[in-house]
């Protein structure tokens, strides 16, 4: 994986006078970031339940927060990002009694499968990928430290947390507490009611149930941790009792999230996260129906990149703001890989004229195009990260730039430093610009050159019925070729 030096080296590391807006879950509006430390980030990112590969709905929030991670580093910051791995819970647990395997072999399997897909994906390991199977310890210490505050009580060899004593639950979710009562009520059986002091109130620990259950000694006997405790644990142990930045799914705020706060909030004192953010759901079918597994509706990252190039599955994912909903389909999907190919054809292109031996002549509208250009898209990036706005800003400048790539004469400095802030706007998006060039030779390439060349005698002999010919079969290929002063140029489409 490449380094970040194309967005921290000298020519593109952003000052932080530009200021970054964030639109904050908690308090619903849009607020300046300002982090802790200055010039230093915090970022937590619920990461998967490995009990199976991920699927695109996953995949969106780990690109999503990768793309914000990215964009802070090319600002300057310097980010410690950690994403969990919930390696025991009960879908964990069913699942390898159903393929007659352990939790541990079951978390190994799909840890591992994970690091496959988003290593494919460009997506940046995180600073730390703590499992909560490797943090027991600390887990029975943050609850009993709850329960030393009357915030926790042991039931059977159950341990819950007393939803009500927590002043502003229900906040980030924006949850009327007493409808949280009644709701729950429906949905907790009664042996489990027997046991809560309140419907709403919620497990940190769960005794062991059955014999062959995975489960560890504990002050409440034999057990294994409730799901959102892990997550408490493990974001204040690597990040500190306040955290810049947390982040995860729409469908995490409630209860995953707000579970979080009332616990972690409880046990420290201290705020616990200074910006909420989450990132919508991906759809699928004319419906736009939520992807989930629960809905059978869900396809895998690992079956997708059988079929589809990996930077085109990241560069269509990262495109939509990360709050917004994204539909996924092959119309959007080839969408994408056509954006991505202008691209490419514009550093292309650009790199063919720096290559060559012609003089470069100063062209002032074309310096001022990339300076704009370079204002746009960092000032739609610190607007929540709107990156629409921040592609358009691009797209819009491609002409200019290719026309003045295939002019007599170019403006070779103003070209350079459009080439290397395209490629730093790209690594933003996780999109690596060399990697995205290099095309593998294929079979026919003999053919292709030969062709073009006895296009070029043709036109020599302005024998234009010939070359036309030889342009259409060219293109009956897949083939676009571009003429240019410098020769005849030409790309797979």
């Known amino acids: 994986m490449k380094s970040n030096d194309c967005r921290q080296g000298k020519t593109f590391k952003r000052k932080q006078e530009s200021l970054v807006k964030v639109f904050n879950t908690l308090t619903r509006q849009k607020e300046e970031f300002k982090p ?31 793309t914000i991670r990215r964009y802070f580093e090319y600002k300057g910051y310097q ?35 994970f690091l496959e897909d988003t290593t494919a994906l460009n997506i940046e390991p995180a600073t730390l990928h703590p499992r909560a199977t490797h943090e027991i310890p600390a887990i029975i210490d943050f609850i009993q430290t709850l329960i030393d505050k009357g915030y926790a009580y042991e039931a059977d060899g159950d341990v819950y947390y007393r939803a009500k004593k927590f002043k502003n639950y229900g906040q980030l979710s924006d949850q009327d507490i007493d409808q949280l009562e009644e709701g729950a009520s429906k949905h907790v059986n ?25 489960a560890w000694d504990s002050p409440w006997g034999k057990g294994r941790p409730g799901w959102h405790i892990e997550c408490s644990v493990m974001s204040t142990k690597y990040l500190g009792d306040t955290l810049d930045i947390h982040g ?28 909420w953010l989450h990132n919508g759901f991906v759809t699928v ?27 085109v599955l990241r560069f269509f994912m990262a495109s939509v703001q ?16 056509n954006i991505l190919n202008r691209f490419k054809n514009t550093l292309s292109s650009i790199g063919y004229r720096l290559a060559d031996d012609t003089e470069s002549l100063a062209d002032a509208d074309l310096q001022l195009l990339v300076e704009e250009t370079k204002t746009k898209f ?28 295939n002019a007599p004469k170019a403006d070779k400095e103003a070209l350079k430093a459009f080439k290397d802030n395209l490629t730093a706007w ?47 079969q060219l293109q009956a290929m897949g083939i676009a070729i571009k003429d240019t002063p410098q020769g005849t140029r030409w790309s797979r489409e």
């Open 36 to 66: 802790l430390v200055p010039g230093q980030i915090s970022m937590y990112v619920c990461g998967p339940t490995v009990y199976n590969y991920i699927h695109i709905g996953n995949a969106r929030s780990a690109i999503a927060f990768d």
């Open 79 to 113: 980010v410690k990002y950690v994403s969990n791995f919930t390696d025991v819970d009960d879908k964990m647990i069913n699942e390898a009694r159903a393929e007659g395997t352990t939790v541990p072999e079951l978390a190994e399997r799909y840890i591992k499968a």
């Open 190 to 214: 009664d042996e489990e009611q027997d046991r809560k002091e309140d419907p709403i109130d919620f497990a940190l620990w769960k005794g062991q149930k059955e014999p062959d259950e995975i």
């Open 248 to 275: 995860g799914g729409q469908d995490l705020e409630f209860p995953h999230h707000e579970n979080e706060i009332a616990q972690s909030e409880a046990k420290t004192g201290h705020k616990f996260v200074n910006y």
């Open 285 to 311: 079918g004319k419906d736009e129906e939520k992807m989930s597994k629960s809905l059978h509706n869900f396809v895998t990252v690992h079956d997708i990149l059988q079929k589809v190039d990996p930077q």
């Open 322 to 337: 990360y709050r917004s909903q994204i539909n996924y389909s092959e119309e959007n999907l080839a969408q994408a890989a």
């Open 378 to 405: 960092d000032g739609a990036m610190d607007d929540d990260f709107n990156v629409q706005n921040a592609l358009t800003a691009i797209y819009e400048a491609l002409p200019a730039v290719n026309s003045n790539a």
């Open 426 to 472: 790209l690594g933003v998006f996780g999109i690596d610009a060399d990697q995205l060039l290099a095309q593998e030779a294929g079979d026919d390439d003999a053919k292709i050159e030969a062709l073009i060349a006895e296009r070029s005698e043709a036109r020599k002999n302005k024998d234009w019925a010939k070359s036309d010919e030889i342009r259409d």
